[in-house]
Each structure stands twice: as structure tokens, then as C-alpha cells.
């Protein structure tokens, strides 16, 4: 590095700008009004960083790479293009696919260097080649869960957190013993194939409703991995994107276990199975008021300020297109409505927003729950659609409750709350929600779509 | 070398202060596009695979070439599909209209 020919310093000032375009990218992103000025620059980066790398003299063979360049092309537009309910799922492959890069490099990397490999480089070049394996299996068994193709209820079992650890320090070991003799390739393979197995292992006992923290804790491994990587090849490039990954990955992830009130440990040891819920016994015999299409109808139209809380049963039943038509129905009668939205509504993080934002409801009218919060006690009424351990009052009021603590969305400080619910079967979480049972509250049982569009027909109805 | 590392040292800490002051200000609305743009960005290691595939290696040149070209697919499959979806979902994201009179 200490004599660079020309054409080598045209190559790092490519990736010099590449890097600033990156930062800036995701600064921009900041903002729904400049966020897409932040994707051109993190293309323009991407394009220069590419076409540098390209014109390094060391390629002596164009053929594959350009043969890859288009494949890969090819399969990216396709993924690009899925519908946006299928956006986490899509989430967890692309992660998958990021590992996987990574754990090839890294593999061959090692193949090529070996025997002479210093220390602390082997011992990075297995940081990669771990998180890159587990990445990998972790995320396609994400992205099978969220797609369906796999059960998605958690699977436990007895020991399930030890067998895991273990696993885990078993790699870990065998990459201490690679750090000690990079001569022994033998090993090698072990520092792959366990981590493989522990990404599945860490994935099975995980549940729908935590999906979010999973995906974010995915996208930070993806991001850490890929700085290794950038320690191996000496690229400061690689090693700034993986550290704004990993960084991203990272606030997401402690994001998501304070809103599931989990602690972040919890989390980061992927011990963030259910710890299962042992739903409180004692079955509800409490009445629960019901109410029809009509009813509701009549009391959103009398109301001056809505508060809609959209979770993943909204996602589900596909219902945020009458969503908006209930959102226009009631704008248009002067009525105030607002989104109340929890951080691990949905999937993803910002599941629902998008899911919102697609149905073209306007993103100010998108709120967060601390920003909702204290709207409740002046709102009318508080529709709940396909949302329930994010509404529970027992979080904030009941000490045994094993959501105790969790932040919710303060629904049962409105005047009225309206839930709109498949049927009485209790959340992700297995607990019953006493909010279903207050004096204030009507129950709309339902398919979420069917029973919004009902709403959205009285209205119209009543209008015209 | 030991410089070198400490140097890459120096620029991962510095990245990570940056990383996590940047994307603390991006608004929850955003963190799934948030998600697919790093995402997208993240393939960056492109770079790694492009040089792997296409250097001259006067050993085990074949692992690397074939290891290199699948690594090369799957992270520009990643940049391709991030940036479009990305763009995509920021494409619906509206500001209410200006109140009519």
C-alpha cells in the first residue's frame, strides 16, 4: 500500500466517495422528504465503488465476474419487486444472501492464505465466517417462517438454550484452535458447519410477534460480519458499510426489545424464545359488549378525534386499503383521524408504516406510540384493528402479568375503544387482554377486511 | 501490518460512532426502508468477491474463482433487489395534501 501507481489511488478515491455517499445516504434517509435523494447516493456510491473495483489490475478474468454481475441482476429485480407484504420476509432472504457472500469470501480467503495466517487475522476471518454462517441458515429459516413454507409456531424443548450455547462455544473453541495452528485446515470446515446448524437451532424456538427483534438482530450479524470482512481485505470501505450496518442492525434491535420489554442480553443471546407464557389460567367468564357494522358506523361519525391502531392482523387480512377508505370516509366528515402505530406492530420494524404508506395514507398522519401516547385521553375513540399484547392494560397495571412492564399504546384511555377481532382467542403472547372486557369497549368480530369495508359502506351509506 | 490494523480499528470505531448517531435520527416510519437500504449498501462486499473471482491465484485458483462468482451473485442480487424496494416503499411515503379552501 505504501507505493500506489496512478490508476491505485484513482481506485481508493472511487471507494473515498463511495464511502461519503454511504454516510450521506443514510443521513437523508432521516427524512420522508429527502429519503430518496439518500438511495440515489447510496446507488451512485454503489456504481462508483463497483466500476472502481473493476479497473483494479489485479483482475485477470473478466468472464465470471460479468456472468455473476448479470445473475445476480437478474435475481435482484424480481426481489425488488415483491409485494410489499412480503417485504420481511424478502427482508430475512436478503440478509441470507448478504451472509452468504461473506461466508464464500471469507471461506476462500482462508483457503488461499493458510498456513500463513496472522493471528489476529484468523481470528477476524472466523468472526466472518461465523456470524456469516449463522446469518445465512438463521435468515433462511427466518424468511421460511415468515413466508409460511415453515411452521411458524416455536418450536421448544428442554435445554434448547444449553444445546444452543454449546453449539455456539463449541465454534468458538475450534476458531481459538484455528487462531493457535492456521496450518490446520481440517478445522476449518467446523468453523462453517456448526454455525450453520446453530443458525437454524437459534431460529426454530422463535414466534411470529418476534419476528421483529429476530430480523433486526439478523441485519446487525450481516452488518458485523461484513466489517470482519472488510478487517481481512483490508478494505476500509467494507469495513465502514458493515460498521453503519451493524450499527443499524443494532439500534433496531434494542429498539425492538424495549418495546417487547425484553432485555437486551435476552435478545443478543437469542434466548428470545417464548419463554412460554403459561397463560394465566383462570378463563375469562367476563361478558364482552359486541357491536355491529352499523353501531360502529354511527359512532365514528359522531366522533371528532380517531385514533387507528393497526397490527398484524391488519397485515393479514390485507385489510389497509379499506383501511384508507374508512380514513377517507371519516376525513371527509371532519373527523380528526390519526394512526397510533407500536414499534413491533407487523413483522419488521416499520411494517406497518409501509403497509400504511402503500394504501396512500398520508405518513404525518402515521404516528409513534410515544408520539400518540398522550392523544388518548382526548380522543373519541380508539379503533383497534388485528392488535392485541400492544394494547393490553395488564402491561402497565398488572405486576404478574408476563407483559408486565411491556410500553403499550394507551387504547383504553379513549372515550371509546373499538376492536376489531377475529375472535376471543388470546394474543401472540397467550394472555388474556383486559381491555376486551372494559365498559368502554365494543367488540367487532371479524375478518379485519370485511368488517372495515362494513364500516366504510355504513358511512358512505349515511353520506349520500 | 499491526499499523494497518489498528488503522481499520480506528475506522470501524469511528464508523460505528457515525453509524449510530446517523440512524438515530431516522424516524421509526422509515426503519423498514432503513432496513433494505443498509441492507443494500451492506453488499458492498461485492468488492471482496469481485477481486476474488477475478485475481490471479497461483493456488486453489478454482475454489476461489467459483466461490467468488456465487458470492458475487448473491450480493449483487442483494444491491439490485435493495435499492429498487427501497425506492419503491419511499415512493408511497406522502405528506397529507395542503388543505383545500
Known amino acids: 500500500m505504501t507505493n500506489l501507481p496512478g490508476l491505485e489511488y484513482v481506485i481508493e478515491v472511487t471507494y473515498l466517495i463511495a464511502t461519503a455517499l454511504f454516510i450521506l445516504s443514510l443521513k437523508w434517509l432521516s427524512s420522508p422528504t429527502t429519503a430518496r435523494r439518500g438511495v440515489f447516493a447510496g446507488e ?20 465470471w465476474i460479468v456472468i455473476a454481475l448479470v445473475l445476480g441482476t437478474i435475481i435482484g429485480v424480481p426481489l425488488g419487486e415483491v409485494a410489499m407484504t412480503a417485504v420481511p420476509q424478502r427482508t430475512a432472504l436478503s440478509h441470507a444472501f ?19 495466517v496472522p493471528r489476529f487475522m484468523m481470528g477476524v476471518l472466523s468472526l466472518e465466517v461465523i456470524l456469516g454462517s449463522l446469518t445465512f441458515t438463521g435468515s433462511l429459516m427466518a424468511a421460511g417462517k415468515l413466508q409460511e413454507v415453515l411452521p411458524q409456531r416455536p418450536i421448544t424443548y428442554k435445554g434448547q438454550n444449553i444445546v444452543n ?30 454455525p450453520l446448524l446453530f443458525g437454524v437451532m437459534m431460529i426454530i424456538p422463535i414466534g411470529g410477534a418476534d419476528m421483529p427483534t429476530v430480523i433486526s438482530l439478523l441485519n446487525s450479524y450481516a452488518g458485523l460480519s461484513a466489517a470482519a470482512m472488510g478487517f481481512v481485505l483490508d478494505s476500509k470501505l467494507l469495513i465502514i458499510a458493515g460498521a453503519l450496518d451493524g450499527a443499524s442492525g443494532l439500534i433496531l434491535s434494542v429498539n425492538m426489545s424495549k418495546a417487547m420489554n425484553r432485555s437486551f442480553t435476552n435478545v443478543l443471546f437469542g434466548a428470545f424464545g417464548q419463554e412460554q407464557a403459561a397463560a394465566a ?38 385489510a389497509q386499503h379499506k383501511v384508507r377508505e374508512l380514513y377517507d370516509a371519516l376525513t371527509k366528515r371532519g373527523v380528526d383521524v390519526k394512526f397510533g402505530i407500536h414499534p413491533v406492530a407487523g413483522r419488521m420494524p416499520g411494517h406497518m408504516n409501509v403497509l400504511l404508506a402503500e394504501a396512500d395514507i398520508p405518513y404525518d398522519k402515521l404516528l409513534d406510540m410515544d408520539e400518540i401516547n398522550g392523544d388518548f385521553p382526548q380522543t373519541d375513540v380508539a ?42 382467542a388470546a394474543g401472540f403472547a397467550g394472555i388474556d387482554n ?31 | 501490518m499491526k499499523l494497518d490494523l489498528l488503522t481499520s480499528l480506528y475506522v ?62 448473491a450480493a449483487t442480487s442483494n444491491i439490485v433487489g435493495g435499492f429498487l424496494i427501497t425506492d419503491r416503499m419511499l415512493k408511497m411515503f406522502k405528506a397529507s395534501a395542503p388543505k383545500k379552501p
Open chain 1, 281 to 318: 389460567g383462570k378463563q375469562e367468564t367476563r361478558p364482552v359488549r359486541s357491536a355491529t357494522p352499523e353501531e360502529a358506523a354511527a359512532i365514528l361519525a359522531a366522533a371528532n378525534k380517531v385514533v387507528i391502531v393497526p397490527g398484524y392482523g391488519m397485515a393479514v387480512a390485507q
Open chain 1, 434 to 464: 383486559p381491555l376486551y372486557y372494559l365498559d368502554k369497549t365494543l367488540m367487532l368480530f371479524g375478518d379485519a377486511k370485511s368488517v372495515v369495508g362494513s364500516i366504510v359502506r355504513e358511512l358512505g351509506g349515511g353520506h349520500e
Open chain 1, 98 to 116: 448478504g451472509a452468504l457472500c461473506v461466508t464464500l469470501v471469507g471461506t476462500a480467503e482462508f483457503y488461499l492464505r493458510t498456513p500463513d
Open chain 1, 44 to 63: 451512485l456510491g454503489m456504481l462508483l465503488a463497483i466500476a472502481g473495483t473493476l479497473l483494479h489490475q489485479g483482475i485477470v478474468e473478466y468472464k
Open chain 1, 383 to 424: 379503533l383497534v384493528i388485528g392488535a392485541n399484547d400492544v394494547t393490553n392494560p395488564a402491561a402497565r397495571t398488572d405486576a404478574s402479568s408476563p407483559i408486565y412492564g411491556m410500553p403499550i399504546l394507551d387504547v383504553d384511555k379513549a372515550r371509546t375503544v373499538m376492536v376489531i377481532k377475529r375472535s376471543m
Open chain 2, 12 to 73: 470501524f470505531m469511528l464508523a460505528a460512532f457515525i453509524g449510530f448517531e446517523v440512524i438515530r435520527r431516522v424516524s421509526p416510519l422509515l426503519h423498514t426502508p432503513l432496513m433494505s437500504l443498509t441492507n443494500a449498501l451492506d453488499a458492498i462486499a461485492v468488492v471482496g468477491a469481485i477481486l476474488l473471482a477475478g485475481e490471479y491465484h497461483a493456488h486453489r485458483a478454482m475454489l476461489a474463482k467459483i466461490l467468488g462468482t456465487i458470492a458475487i451473485v
Open chain 1, 165 to 194: 450455547l454449546g453449539l455456539l462455544g463449541v465454534a468458538i473453541v475450534v476458531a481459538g484452535m484455528l487462531v493457535a495452528h492456521p496450518e490446520k485446515t481440517q478445522l476449518f470446515p467446523l468453523i462453517v458447519g456448526i
